[in-house]
């Protein structure tokens, strides 16, 4: 297979080009056309024709297409199904709030985490994404809409630690003032508790959001939704994220569905209140959304908000997160890739 020319930084291109005999500014003009969503050689209409026909035959340009498209009528959020080159797709959703456009984007084809709650890992996993393939998400999602993604969030099909290596150059590659130059702030990276990767992102002075997928106080419960609590349990995960927020300053992101009758009493909440006190964190609540073949109920909307309550009555930073996309299956959990669209959405 030719290399992905999408993936690889300037740097990266600079140096294929002048090993090959090419001028160094070549790799500047295919750069800054692979940052404006080209996906062909020809359209990159400021390099000769005999050029263009030379870098086809030594390099690929991922392609990512929007295969299906559904918009919510409740709030106006778009779910996408991608299509990927080899014949498999992943789903994005983009999100509409007062600050700007978010796209939550994949990182992998499938999962391999296996949570009790989440739709994406029921298939299984197929295969990493590479980093073009992530940023094809983001210009297919941008041409489509014809309008600039201000914030990216890493949360949907995937486990972005457990394709480390993809998911760093992504990063290096949309935060680059050369390219999409979005910033590291308006990017939020969700885990579900890889600790090793979260130690190895410690290390990268990337200033991110980090966003954790906690679900439970204790390990009783957690390792019962979250089979990755057997290898990092509770106090291995939160040791990790209190060491990346002495070295990150930046307050970390808590995620906690509420399943009724599992995990959303008052004694969790004071027991999650005792696990986080003295942490600079904040707990999104998200009431647990339904996914064919998961016996899950969501937790009810006084429980919820008593869950709330508690956590701020002990000095917790919390809040019931708005729910979006819920008539077209894009809310959190729900992504997979599926061909069936549910039948009360648009289907654009």
């Not at 600039?148 to 480390?164: K, Q, S």
Request: glycine share 8%.
């Amino acid at each position: 297979m030719l290399p992905d020319i999408r993936s690889m930084t300037q740097e990266e291109i600079a140096a294929a080009f002048t090993a090959d005999g090419l001028p160094r500014y070549r790799a500047g003009q295919v750069y800054a056309w692979l940052a404006k969503g080209a996906d062909s050689f020809d359209d990159m209409t400021n390099l000769p024709l005999d050029l263009r026909r030379r870098l086809a035959e030594r390099y690929a340009i991922c392609r990512v297409t929007v295969a299906r498209k559904l918009v919510s009528r409740l709030d106006g959020t778009v779910k996408y199904l991608f299509g990927l080159q080899d014949g498999h797709c992943v789903e994005g959703v983009v999100m509409h709030y007062h600050h700007g456009h978010t796209l939550c984007l994949s990182t992998q084809v499938g999962c391999r985490m296996g949570c009790a709650f989440c739709a994406t890992g029921a298939a299984g996993f197929v295969r990493n994404l590479t980093a073009g393939e992530m940023i094809g998400q983001i210009t297919a999602a941008q041409q489509d809409l014809g309008l600039r993604l201000a914030n990216l969030v890493l949360m949907g099909m995937g486990e972005p630690l457990d394709n480390y290596q993809n998911t760093l150059r992504f990063l290096r590659l949309v935060t680059s003032p050369d390219h999409l130059n979005i910033g590291a702030r308006h990017i939020s990276l969700s885990t579900c508790g890889l600790v090793d990767g979260i130690r190895r992102l410690q290390g990268e002075g990337i200033p991110l959001t980090l966003s954790v997928s906690l679900h439970a106080p204790d390990d009783a419960i957690r390792s019962r939704i979250m089979p990755v609590n057997k290898k990092w349990n509770v106090d291995a995960l939160l040791a990790a994220c209190r060491d990346y927020l002495a070295a990150d300053g930046r307050r970390i992101s808590f995620e906690y569905i509420l399943i009724d009758g599992v995990n959303d009493s008052l004694a969790c909440a004071d027991r999650l209140a005792d696990r986080l006190r003295g942490m600079l964190c904040h707990v999104n609540l998200i009431p647990a959304n339904p996914v064919p073949g998961k016996t899950h109920a969501a937790t009810g909307r006084k429980t919820a908000e008593a869950f709330e309550r508690r956590l701020t009555e002990r000095g917790i930073n919390a809040t019931i997160r708005r729910t979006l996309g819920s008539d077209i299956n894009a809310s959190c959990g729900q992504l997979r890739n599926t061909s069936n669209p549910p039948q009360n959405a648009e289907n654009a």
